[in-house]
């Protein structure tokens, strides 16, 4: 085995990773990782794993700017608000979520002991201009809501541009 097999974007069909053009620099290029690291452990049958592409274990995240906040909303099924914690500092937030599970059945003559274990991590880059004090997070029906408000300068440092026909 070389070197280069174990690079992902060398010698397949994938060609070498795009630049965008405008795109925030770093986050271009964490993207560029995810995607290197994503590609890597692909071509292993990970039984820890199940198999599962790794980037799959992190919960899936939506970020909206509702114009005076900043929500980040993140599905954790079958974990509850004391599985989760979430951080944030330096711009960046974190969410971890936690579950153990473990059964025992002991019924005619058989016993039965199942035990599961699972982590989850999400990492989001914060825009600047937000008031971290302000942070807020609900749980409900497997959905993580976090609220981060906007500061002053930040709500009035958007311009609204009016779209006209051409």
Do not use: C
């Not at 070197?3 to 925030?24: E, H």
């Not at 620099?25 to 592409?53: C, E």
């Not at 989760?84 to 579950?99: C, F, N, P, S, W």
């Amino acid at each position: 085995m070389k070197i280069s097999d174990l690079i992902p974007w060398v010698g397949t069909k994938y060609g070498t990773p795009a630049r965008r053009s405008g795109a925030d620099p770093l986050r271009a290029l964490q993207a560029d990782i995810d995607h290197a690291f994503g590609d890597f452990w692909r071509r292993f049958d990970l039984p820890m794993l199940g198999g599962a592409d790794p980037r799959q274990l992190a919960p899936r995240v939506d970020v909206r700017d509702t114009g005076k906040a900043v929500e980040v909303i993140a599905e954790l099924p079958g974990m509850s608000e004391a599985d989760v914690e979430v951080a944030v500092a330096d711009g960046v937030l974190t969410i971890r979520g936690e579950k153990k599970a473990e059964r025992d059945t002991e019924k005619k003559g058989y016993v039965v002991r199942e035990r599961s274990y699972g982590t989850t991590e999400r990492v989001v880059l914060l825009p600047e201009g937000l008031d971290l004090d302000s942070a807020k997070a609900t749980f409900k029906n497997g959905v993580l809501t976090v609220t981060i408000a906007k500061t002053a300068a930040a709500q009035a440092a958007v311009k609204h541009i009016s779209v006209q026909a051409a």
